[in-house]
């Protein structure tokens, strides 16, 4: 970035005649929140047009705030912007600090506050603060009647704020006043312009097809693939092409640089940074306080994940993996802070300032068996329902799988944008995925074959695997997605151009390209019929074909919950009362708690979490059987039915749940309620005690009221 600059000029009266258009000068200060080319110091321009359309996801609305002894600048600012965005008007700076405290304008416009430099002196307060730093400003000085240009106050301006530059780009500080209100109005313009997600603003809006690269920055600090990612961001801000760079987080549970460290020296090159969210690594606690930092950082952009399990060893061994949230909780703390997230400090509730944040998911359409695929469909209703924004899909090459997640969306009204995830597949990574080494992405055997035969060429592949890239770049724009997610590892940025070029170049004859993208897994199942015609598919589901399982402990259970735990059995009061006098003897209550853990221990391998998702999960306990204790079906790292870190092994229990459910035609169920995570707080307590009497997350859905415990546990009444 540039040393701020100023820009000076003289204002018009004729759209306001309460102004003497010869009593006032505009100095337009150009703060350290605008964006420059590093090559010439020009402003680069971000801003894109965003057509109004029919959408759930919106930009917030805009808001600036006038802090001046004469309200006519107000008037002048609500005139020049038309009144698109709101103006906030305070007489006084002390006015202006608290506004600024308790609204977070975007924008900050300064006018005549008093003693000469008293607007300058009041705008180096506000770069000084904590808060109002956070917004941009602009600096409108009234001068005398005269219109006289004091050298000392231009020194001064100097001095304090930069380099001086005109607005009419001359060397002349004054301009003829039909040029001043145009050119205040750009400004104003400009800057609230300069606010808005860019990224946001460009997958939200149908008129453009919004492209996104992925870069892996790897360990270490002072690292070359680190110096290569910031390269990377710096060619794709000046090319124009890319909407965001797409920083990783520790993929394949491997340790890296953190994401928000890269990502902000991304965001000063002039391009909006993605920030992944894995919560393999992180408590709940760490991923809030991960967000208020982004937030400070104005980093509003996250692609929420579940993460992959660690697998390689680490220091001195494996890490122990957190997962203390799952992909949908971790949109609905970001749904709360973005509504104003409530908190207790020394016993005082308050709302916090509300976020921004534009929260992204990863969904992979490429499963191979029904209870898989479902799964996959069912937790994608409970992200949007949670609060995701857009959609990133999972690695793979079977169109039909692409086109059914279109038409699952189309078919459940879900109006949310899709990036298709383009990967430039080498020999190396397509073995990788092949052998299942990179969970969630799939690539078959036939796919494999064609790109063995295809390294064996002069260039090793590397002209096919581009082509093949720029054909799914065709596709994506033929299909209606809103944009491509390109990633590869150790792609150059000038292979990234090559395959925008040569896609956009593919594009009419994208239909062509079908069959080159079928790559059907053995007995795979998809969730549409095949059009024969097209080779995409009808919009007629396919016939669920997946036998139903009946386990003994499943039936057990549910005859159980039904005589003991149902608010409606006979024997629910009876229940209750028990556990209410139970708990008020500290031995009854251990006692209680000994029988239910081993009890639970030899039928569902309890591991004494106190707050049980037998319930959500046909019986099948997630702490003791999900490595990822996922309380809202599966994550995207099973294969072939298989668990991600068990494979060949153990069944992913939500394929187990699934085929369960199936025997009472509750399938569909899985994708109903959103489970909250596990309250740690009721850690080695009974279950049953904590539901009977209200504290844990079952009962309080059932609206059993609750008791307080006994014991110290933050449970309240």
């Known amino acids: 970035m540039s040393n701020p600059g100023l820009a000076r000029a003289q204002l018009s009266s004729s759209p306001c005649p309460q102004i003497n258009p010869m009593a006032a000068k505009v100095y337009i200060s150009l703060d350290v929140r605008d964006s420059y080319n590093e090559k010439d110091g020009k402003l680069i321009e971000l801003t894109r047009r965003v057509r109004a359309f029919n959408m759930k996801q919106t930009d917030r609305p805009q808001s600036i705030l006038v802090v001046s002894r004469e309200p006519e600048l107000a008037e002048v600012t609500r005139q020049v912007t038309e009144e698109a965005v709101s103006v906030e008007y305070a007489p006084d700076e002390a006015a202006g600090l608290r506004q600024i405290r308790e609204k977070h304008p975007d924008l900050v416009i300064l006018g005549h506050l008093g003693p000469p430099g008293a607007a300058l002196e009041y705008y180096r307060k506000l770069r000084e603060g904590w808060i109002s730093r956070h917004?941009?400003?602009?600096?409108?000085?009234?001068?005398?009647?005269?219109?006289?240009?004091?050298?000392?106050?231009?020194k001064y301006l100097a001095a304090e704020i930069g380099e001086n530059s005109f607005l009419s780009g001359s060397a002349s500080p004054l301009l003829p006043s039909r040029y001043i209100l145009p050119g205040l109005k750009e400004m104003i313009n400009r800057k609230l312009a300069e606010r808005k997600n860019k990224f946001r603003s460009s997958i939200l809006n149908p008129d453009i097809f919004c492209l996104a690269l992925e870069q892996i920055p790897g360990p270490g600090a002072f690292e070359m693939r680190q110096e290569t990612v910031l390269e990377n961001a710096r060619k794709a801000a000046q090319g124009g092409k890319i909407c965001a760079i797409s920083i990783t987080d520790?993929?394949?549970?491997?340790?890296?640089?953190?994401?928000?460290?890269?990502?902000?020296?991304?965001?000063?090159?002039?391009?909006?940074?993605?920030?992944?969210?894995?919560?393999?690594?992180?408590?709940?606690?760490?991923?809030?306080?991960?967000?208020?930092?982004?937030?400070?950082?104005?980093?509003?952009?996250?692609?929420?994940?579940?993460?992959?399990?660690?697998?390689?060893?680490?220091?001195?061994?494996?890490?122990?993996?957190?997962?203390?949230?799952?992909?949908?909780?971790?949109?609905?703390?970001?749904?709360?802070?973005?509504?104003?997230?409530?908190?207790?400090?020394?016993?005082k509730r308050g709302r916090l300032s509300p976020t921004h944040f534009f929260a992204g998911v990863a969904f992979s359409p490429f499963k191979q068996m029904e209870a898989e695929m479902m799964g996959q469909y069912y937790k994608l209703k409970k992200k949007v329902e949670a609060g995701a924004d857009f959609i990133i899909t999972q690695v793979g090459y079977d169109v039909r799988k692409l086109h059914e997640l279109k038409l699952w969306l189309e078919s459940n009204r879900y109006n949310i944008p899709v990036v298709m995830n383009i990967y430039v597949l080498s020999l190396q990574a397509a073995r990788a995925m092949r052998n299942n080494r990179v969970p969630g992405c799939v690539v078959t055997d036939d796919l494999l074959a064609r790109i063995e035969a295809e390294s064996k060429g002069p260039d090793k592949g590397r002209s096919a695997r581009l082509e093949r890239a720029a054909k799914m770049f065709a596709i994506a724009k033929g299909l209606g997605f809103r944009g491509a997610y390109i990633s590869g590892q150790g792609l150059p940025y000038e292979s990234v151009e090559y395959i925008?070029?040569?896609?956009?170049?593919?594009?009419?004859?994208?239909?062509?390209?079908?069959?080159?993208?079928?790559?059907?897994?053995?007995?795979?199942?998809?969730?549409?019929?095949?059009?024969?015609?097209?080779?995409?598919?009808l919009e007629i589901s396919a016939p669920r074909l997946q036998e139903p399982a009946r386990p003994l402990i499943y039936l057990f259970s549910l005859a159980v919950h039904k005589s003991l735990f149902e608010p409606k059995s006979p024997l629910f009061k009876l229940m209750r009362a028990l556990a209410r006098f139970v708990d008020s003897a500290d031995l009854l209550r251990k006692l209680l708690a000994s029988l239910e853990f081993w009890t639970k221990a030899i039928l569902y391998g309890c591991q004494d979490c106190g707050d049980c998702a037998l319930f959500d999960v046909a019986y099948l306990c997630p702490v003791s059987q999900c490595p990822k204790d996922q309380r809202n079906a599966p994550c995207g790292g099973s294969f072939q039915g298989w668990c991600e870190v068990y494979p060949y092994e153990k069944q992913c229990i939500w394929?187990?749940?699934?085929?369960?459910?199936?025997?009472?035609?509750?399938?569909?169920?899985?994708?109903?309620?959103?489970?909250?995570?596990?309250?740690?707080g009721l850690?080695?307590?009974?279950?049953?005690?904590?539901?009977?009497?209200?504290?844990d997350h079952v009962s309080k859905r059932a609206g059993i009221a609750g008791f307080p415990s006994p014991r110290r546990t933050g449970i309240e009444e």
């Open 250 to 347: 520790n993929p394949g549970g491997n340790p890296a640089i953190a994401t928000d460290i890269l990502c902000a020296e991304i965001r000063h090159l002039g391009i909006e940074p993605i920030v992944h969210i894995a919560m393999r690594d992180k408590s709940r606690n760490q991923v809030e306080s991960l967000l208020y930092q982004l937030a400070a950082l104005e980093i509003n952009n996250v692609l929420v994940l579940t993460g992959d399990y660690p697998l390689i060893a680490g220091f001195e061994g494996k890490s122990s993996p957190v997962f203390d949230l799952d992909s949908v909780n971790g949109l609905r703390l970001i749904s709360e802070m973005n509504r104003g997230m409530e908190h207790e400090i020394m016993g």
């Open 655 to 680: 394929v187990r749940a699934y085929q369960r459910l199936k025997t009472q035609h509750r399938e569909g169920s899985i994708g109903e309620i959103i489970v909250p995570p596990r309250d740690w």
């Open 135 to 154: 917004a941009s400003l602009l600096v409108v000085s009234l001068n005398n009647p005269e219109n006289l240009h004091s050298d000392s106050g231009d």
């Open 683 to 695: 850690q080695q307590t009974s279950s049953w005690l904590n539901y009977f009497l209200g504290r």
């Open 500 to 537: 925008i070029h040569r896609g956009q170049e593919l594009t009419p004859g994208w239909r062509d390209f079908i069959p080159e993208f079928d790559y059907p897994q053995e007995n795979g199942f998809y969730f549409f019929k095949k059009d024969a015609k097209t080779g995409l598919n």
